[in-house]
């Protein structure tokens, strides 16, 4: 597309043109502006919305924090969790890194060795909470969905070292064995349509 | 003997009149929080006291408690002068306003002015005018933009709003012939249909528009406003000096709602079976209630507008009013 045909493009359709008064030429059309503005009684209009909302009954917007909380969204991104594993009750995490390497903000360190079964156990995981970011690339890349996002956004705390701890966010087994470790919605999770997805691994080479 | 008597009454009077209006400022300020908040769809301060009521004493020791920073560069004798000026004069300025009709306890007549001086009404106007001194000089010797900008503000809306209270008021003080509060208000005793805003509806109008001029407030208020300049004057101003500031506007927010009830809407005279004193105070709040419902519902106006709207329309129609007045009252 040349530069011609590029800024004559129409806008037009779907677009609502503002037919805005025009700009007062002569010190008589300048009168006639200040005139029927003073007795347009825009100002006034104004004046009832306000009041309306003032006694129109139960249309408050705040939220008292501490009492009252906001539900969050099942995709919100606050502190991550390390879930357990539905049926053993061990720890879902494999090890394998990804999150470590896709992290951009480098703040996820993990540690792994072979432990007396010669599986690969994580001995150490945290996140530096610091530096996080929120941007939930750990929580996708997971293989297992064993890191996910939480939703508890109240994140104040002595210690900069909080909720960053392996034993801060995996569920503890007392919990779990409560069965209040709820499959997760949110960030990372698999959408209910995933099944759908899964597609034979092409063999044809 | 009696030298003493007036002496004692009248400081007894200006302690009480300092007591209730600072309280009645605070109060202001927890009322302006509310009502702006119900109109904005908010709650306002919820959690000191109930509905928040005590949020005024949590300010209070906040103000008091609070560092005062004074800036290297700024000029310190006036720096710290100045606060004290706007509250000093929104007070001054009360000597002269009849409060409330006259009572009697114990057998001892009261009325309630500090002073009832006979140019009454030029000694309050120019009194409150005074006070703009104390945002010209915060602004000029605390070296700081913002500050400067809303001292030069100050200047701007001082030689706009004057000219036209001023002219405003000419008109039904010529209808009157005197300048003394209480003759203005015992001129409106015939009850409703007496009240000067019937016969000075323009009057009325001009002087309200330019009691929210002197008294900063929305739509006028561009001498602290947030959005351009910070907080103008004040920018540099902290803890009590700050408050002090604040003070003094709601004083003056008081003496206007004042001078508008008793000058053009009847005073303190009872109207039906309302008692004057009764009347006047809801007058004033009314009014209180006017200024917080502006500041929610308007926007605020640029210098220039400001300029343009005191001196190129309020001023001509204040002339053109005294003019029919002179015509009508010969």
Not at chain 2, 30 to 43: D, G, H, P, S, T
Not at chain 2, 291 to 300: E, M, T
Request: glycine content about 8%; overall charge neutral.
């Amino acid at each position: 597309m040349s530069l011609e045909q590029f800024s004559k493009r129409d806008a037009t359709p779907g677009y609502i043109y503002y037919n805005a008064e025009k700009t007062p030429k002569t010190s008589w059309e300048f009168f006639k502006r200040a005139f029927s503005r003073s007795i347009k009684g825009e100002l006034f209009v104004g004046l009832w919305i306000v009041l309306r909302e003032m006694f129109a009954k139960g249309n408050t917007h705040t939220v008292s924090y501490p009492q009252e909380k906001l539900e969050m969204g099942p995709r919100y991104r606050a502190i991550h969790k390390l879930l357990r594993l539905q049926e053993s009750g061990s720890e879902r995490c494999i090890g394998c890194g990804l999150c470590e390497k896709i992290c951009i903000s480098n703040c996820i360190r993990m540690e792994t060795k072979i432990d007396e079964n010669s599986r690969k156990e994580v001995s150490q995981y945290t996140i530096n909470f610091g530096r996080c970011i929120f941007c939930g690339y750990c929580a996708e890349v997971c293989p297992e969905l064993a890191i996910v996002h939480g939703s508890d956004y109240e994140n104040a705390s002595e210690q900069r070292s909080s909720f960053g701890l392996k034993e801060d966010m995996l569920t503890p087994l007392d919990d779990f064995k409560a069965n209040k470790q709820q499959e997760f919605p949110g960030f990372g999770a698999l959408s209910p349509d995933a099944d759908s997805f899964v597609k034979k691994t092409p063999l044809a080479y | 003997m009696g030298d003493y008597a007036i002496i004692i009454e009248t400081v007894i009077k200006a302690v009480v009149v300092l007591a209730v209006v600072a309280g009645m400022a605070a109060f202001a300020t927890f009322i302006e929080r509310k009502v702006l908040a119900f109109m904005q769809r908010r709650l306002g301060p919820m959690n000191v006291g109930p509905h928040g009521v005590l949020q005024l004493a949590a300010d209070g020791i906040k103000l008091f408690t609070k560092e005062d920073l004074i800036p290297q560069l700024a000029v310190k004798p006036i720096f710290k002068i100045a606060p004290v000026i706007a509250p000093a004069c929104a007070f001054t300025a009360m000597a002269a306003v009849p409060f409330f009709p006259q009572f009697t306890v114990f057998g001892y007549t009261i009325t309630p002015i500090i002073s009832d001086i006979n140019i009454g009404i030029l000694f309050v106007m120019g009194v409150a005018s005074a006070g703009m001194y104390a945002p010209l000089l915060a602004g000029m010797s605390s070296t700081n933009k913002w500050a400067l900008l809303g001292a030069a503000r100050t200047v701007v809306q001082l030689l706009s709003f004057e000219v036209v209270s001023g002219l405003a008021l000419l008109s039904p003080i010529m209808m009157i012939g005197s300048l003394s509060l209480i003759d203005i208000n015992d001129y409106q005793i015939g009850g409703f249909t007496s009240w000067l805003v019937w016969q000075q509806p323009l009057a009325f109008l001009l002087f309200v528009i330019a009691g929210f001029a002197e008294t900063n407030r929305t739509p006028f208020d561009l001498i602290e406003y947030e959005a351009e300049i910070v907080s103008g004057y004040a920018t540099d101003y902290s803890g009590m000096r700050w408050g002090l500031f604040f003070v003094g506007e709601y004083a003056n927010m008081i003496t206007v709602s004042f001078l508008v009830s008793i000058v053009f809407l009847g005073g303190y005279n009872p109207l039906w079976i309302i008692p004057g004193g009764i009347m006047i105070l809801l007058k004033i709040s009314a009014f209180i209630f006017l200024f917080l419902w502006v500041r929610a519902a308007w926007p605020h106006i640029r210098p220039d507008q400001m300029m343009q709207l005191c001196w190129k329309i309020l001023m001509p129609l204040a002339l053109i009013n005294i003019l029919l007045t002179g015509i009508v009252n010969i």
